[in-house]
């Protein structure tokens, strides 16, 4: 291990530049007068650019791009979620432009709904995030920071396809956009479909009962998505409205892993054959900047944001009946959130700048089930934050930031639906509060690295889901789930040379009353396999992070990646962490070989890592391998083929649910 960290410290991934047509007002850890350099060493960046380079089409594979994190599947319900540090994305909220957009009743979010064609870069804060983002920020935050236009005309768009190795199409997507900016009034449509009929495993997959070989079954899916931005801004003043509506549907695909030929079903294992008809997100939300006098800056959002899906549930592969134990039809979420928050930046001098924040959020869950019939759901929890953070700067190469915040979601009687009982329940939650506090100190050597080291504690409330869901019958709920807290200590050093620059960090996190989804027996439950979420005590994430990049001449490009993440449960070693491997290694080179022609490749390996707190499941250690060669006669046109998957590898994140083989693709696009 250490042997190869010593070598990709050389040729590791450098940090992205903030691009022209960012949206300021969409930041979060910048409010006015910061600069930029101060959160360079503790915030990871991607941008489009790379985004569109590495082809990674949606959000989960974006966030894959960000030292210490790692794909995750919810094998049955087909919902990719990231692990970063060996949090999850309940511990991890996801904001687009500042404005919480993590579904209310789990935290949770499908990322491979979102696509990212109208972003302009995304940002991950980990466990020194900001106390300014607000609530539930355990172990960190993403943020996904929108296009704004720089020019008085701006157009693009990209058509692509993928085919398999028996050339059938896979997919297709399209996306355009349009918008300009007179210097004062600006403004972005952009739009987005795609389109797939599944995919074909690789050639090493043994058949099961539930899947032959060749194409996944039940693997389609649809999604569509339309962004539109409008603002005004002049010197002290700024207002942009943002409507955000992402449409899909999708089968999902049976569990095909070993248990289905050695019988063995640890946990229950099933074979299911869901189906979700709709899969709907929307938002609007209006975020302003004005200037008080030349030293203040206020910023405010105010937001709406929505959540529907509906998920149903059938007999066999025909898709056609409900009469069995764990079969139904139409189970509905239709849930919202509203709120908003401000914050207030005044500078005193060059040495000390102040920041206040606020929060406020209401999540909203409604719930129903057609058949068989169950009555409608209806749980609402709102949740106040506050914070301050005050910058210290007693010389320009050092910086020292204090913060803390108050977070508070105030007593309630949920009414909850009793399987048994077949009525509603009323049960109390109490009032909770928790602080939070965080000091960051950062340091420029001259003509040297920068340093960086911090602690901090954040907290994170249970969700609704974590303690009154059941499952459809497979969760066992706990009303009484305590908060999650964390200590979170980082240390770090980044260095840029003339053509190179690497970046390490170390850290450790230390959780209490951690969260975790626990294997039952399945007679626990109506509908095995059975789980119940438990605090299980003492949690310590910890490892490091090395990356950088090297250039050994101007059209070659090398980057570099390796994260060790070490997840202990101090009060019961033997549970096992869920979904997050410990260890990653990625490897990318980008060579202009030609005025016009570029070839871009990366090689990424990942270890093997449980499904169950039990480790009865296992999903094995893989590696990926991508290839795309474009053509690009003008900075206005390109064309690019190129492969996913090189090497045909059979690879799942959750065991049993096995992902693309090998695809051919291919890809037009332009920018006016």
Known sequence: ?????????????????????????????????????????????????????????????????????????????????????????????????????????????????FGVDYISEVVVSKGLASLLYG???????????????????????????????????????????????????????????????????????????????????????????????????????????????????????????????????????????????????????????????????????????????????????????????????????????????????????????????????????????????????????????????????????FSLTPSYSYMIQPDRTVHVYNSNLKSYSPVETDRSTASNGQLVATYQLQEGPSVFAGGSRKTRFPTIKERFSGGLGSVVHNPSLSPESALHFEVGVEEKGSNWSSKLALFQSRLHDAIQSIALAPTACSAPPCTELQNVGKQRNRGFELTGDYSPIDTLHFQGEVDLVQVDYLDNPNLKPIGAPENKYRLTGDWHFLPMFFVRADAQHEAARYSTSNGTRVAASFNLVNAFLRFEPGRSFGLEIGVRNATNELYAYEEGFFEPGRTWLAQVDFRL
């Open 1 to 113: 291990m250490w042997a190869l960290t010593a070598v990709v410290a050389s040729a590791a991934q450098a940090e992205t530049p903030a691009a022209e047509d960012t949206f300021s007002l969409g930041t979060v850890e910048i409010i006015g007068h910061r600069v930029a350099a101060d959160t360079a060493v503790t915030t990871d960046t991607v941008s489009a650019d790379v985004l569109a380079a590495r082809h990674r089409d949606d959000l989960s594979e974006a966030l894959d791009l960000i030292p210490g994190a790692a794909i995750q599947n919810t094998g049955q319900r087909r919902e990719r979620t990231i692990s970063i540090r060996g949090f999850n994305s309940r511990q991890i909220p996801l904001f687009i432009d500042g404005v919480p957009v993590y579904v209310p009743y789990d935290g949770n979010v499908d990322l491979s709904r």
């Open 135 to 397: 609530p539930n920020t355990l172990g960190g935050a993403v943020n996904v920071v929108s296009r704004k236009p720089t020019q008085p005309f701006e157009a693009s768009g990209r058509a692509e396809i993928e085919a398999n190795d028996h050339f059938n199409t896979d997919s297709n997507r399209v996306n355009a956009s349009i918008g300009g900016n007179s210097g004062t009034i600006y403004g972005l449509l952009t739009g987005a479909y795609g389109t797939s009929n599944g995919y074909r495993l690789p050639g090493d997959f043994v058949p099961t009962a539930a899947q032959p070989a060749g194409e996944r079954l039940n693997a389609s899916d649809r999604d569509s998505l339309i962004t539109a931005k409008l603002g005004y801004q002049d010197e002290n003043n700024e207002y942009a409205v943002t409507y955000y509506r992402q449409v899909g549907s999708k089968y999902d695909p049976p569990y095909a892993g070993n248990y289905l030929r050695t019988n063995a079903r640890p946990d229950g294992v099933q074979v299911r054959y869901w189906m979700w008809p709709y899969w709907m997100k929307e938002s609007i939300y209006l975020v302003a900047r004005n200037a008080i006098t030349s030293q203040g800056t206020l910023r405010w959002r105010v937001f709406n944001d929505s959540f529907r899906n509906s998920l149903s549930s059938y007999d066999d592969a025909t898709f056609t009946t409900h009469t069995r134990p764990y079969a139904f039809y139409g189970s509905v979420y239709n849930d919202y959130s509203y709120g908003g928050s401000a914050d207030f930046e005044w500078s005193w001098n060059t040495e000390h700048t102040t920041r206040i924040a606020s929060h406020f959020k209401n999540d909203v869950h409604r719930e129903f089930q057609a058949a068989p019939a169950l009555p409608v759901m209806h749980l609402e929890i709102p949740t106040y934050d506050v914070a301050i953070e005050h910058e210290w700067r007693p010389w320009a190469a």
